[in-house]
């Protein structure tokens, strides 16, 4: 059983700051790719940035150079840094990673709940 658990989120004014954060728990082998995805109300899901197991990032456009993203394999736990908010940035925000389960020959993609991000004018 994997379960990610997040935090952070929250209203904010715009020009302010979040730090959000995602923990993965369980029968855990290897976490591939990490990232972060987000659904503005009345609007599909996108992609907000992501993270290969050696550092690597991207991003959408619409955050680049005012969000980022880190990782820390040792908790297991992603992290989004978002600056200079807009309230474009009003979304649910919600964790992913890739997963090998203890004792699969294959990895499975997991989601967290979701956290409410709101960002006031």
């Known amino acids: 059983q994997v379960h990610l658990v997040e935090s952070g989120g929250g209203l904010v004014q715009a020009g302010g700051s979040l730090r959000l954060s995602c923990v993965a728990s369980g029968s855990i082998s290897k976490i591939n790719g990490m990232g972060w995805y987000r659904q503005p109300p009345g609007k599909q899901r996108e992609l907000v940035a992501d993270i290969t197991s050696g550092g690597r990032t991207n991003y959408a456009d619409s955050v680049k150079g005012r969000f980022t993203i880190s990782r820390d394999n040792a908790k297991n736990t992603v992290y989004l840094q978002m600056n200079s908010l807009e309230p474009e940035d009003t979304a649910v925000y919600y964790c992913?990673?890739?997963?090998?389960?203890?004792?699969?020959?294959?990895?499975?993609?997991?989601w967290g709940q979701g956290t409410q991000v709101t960002v006031s004018s």
């Open positions: 992913n990673a890739d997963i090998l389960r203890r004792y699969s020959y294959r990895t499975t993609l997991y």
